[in-house]
């Protein structure tokens, strides 16, 4: 089955919901930001790169189609309506605004995955270019695609958590990523005040990666802030 790893923006204002999904989304390499209302959706937009957007119908700030509307006006972007609301007449009038796709809650994460990877696909016959995989910084290379990376061409054997918080520092070379973002998009929301964890993920990575760990080339500490990754 062909992995894909873009950013997609899931607009949701229930919480269950959102976490499920995006649950969903992480289990299959997706890296997944939110919105519980049409408001904070429009501002993600604008603050980072954004492959697809999942949307829900009934937000508390905006009708979910207005927020289609509004996007269309600049993006093609694929998106999917995610709603409750199961009547042809919706169904149709989504649609014809400009969505890709229309799925019913309650659905499975099966069901979900698929319709994502047939507008994933849709999108990128159009000529688009895919996203950058590979992410080098000095001797260190990872590839997302195939899950691997390497140290001076040496393969690094890498936890599943570590290598989502590489993969998150690496996109990111160069740039201080807060604790408390750095625990969201590697744990999840439940886990946002564990920075004993962070550390700890933080400092078996070093120990992988870096020569003298206590004098770090690679991954820098901010202090009182989070971590970065050198760019060069």
């Known amino acids: 089955m062909e992995q894909y790893h873009e950013t997609i923006l ?7 919901i959102r976490n499920f999904i995006c649950y969903a989304l992480k289990a299959e390499g997706f890296r997944c930001v939110t919105a519980g209302n049409a408001a904070t959706a429009m501002k993600q937009l604008l603050a980072e790169p954004v492959d697809m957007m999942l949307l829900d119908l009934g937000l508390p700030d905006m009708d979910g189609g207005e927020v289609l509307k509004k996007v269309r006006e600049w993006s093609e972007m694929p998106i999917i309506i ?4 199961d009547q042809d007449r919706e169904k149709a009038a ?14 499975s994460a099966t069901e979900l995955m698929a319709r994502i990877r ?22 260190l290379e990872l590839d997302v695609e195939k899950h691997a990376a390497s140290l001076d061409g040496e393969p690094l054997h890498l936890t599943p958590m570590e290598f989502s918080l590489m993969t998150l520092l690496m996109k990111n070379a160069g740039k201080v990523l807060t604790s408390g973002y750095l625990l969201k998009e590697v744990w999840g ?18 120990r992988k990666i870096e020569k003298n760990p206590a004098k770090p080339r690679y991954l820098l500490t901010e202090i009182g802030i989070g971590y970065r990754m050198a760019d060069e």
């Open 94 to 107: 989504m649609l014809d605004l400009g969505a890709d796709d229309y799925l019913t809650k309650p659905f």
């Open 10 to 16: 899931v607009v949701e204002d229930d919480v269950q």
């Open 189 to 206: 929301v439940s886990y946002d005040s564990d920075t004993q964890a962070l550390r700890a993920l933080m400092a078996a990575l070093r």
């Open 82 to 85: 995610v709603s409750a609301r």
């Open 118 to 139: 047939v507008a994933l696909r849709h999108l990128y016959r159009q000529g688009l270019p895919r996203p950058q995989s590979v992410y080098r910084v000095g001797g």
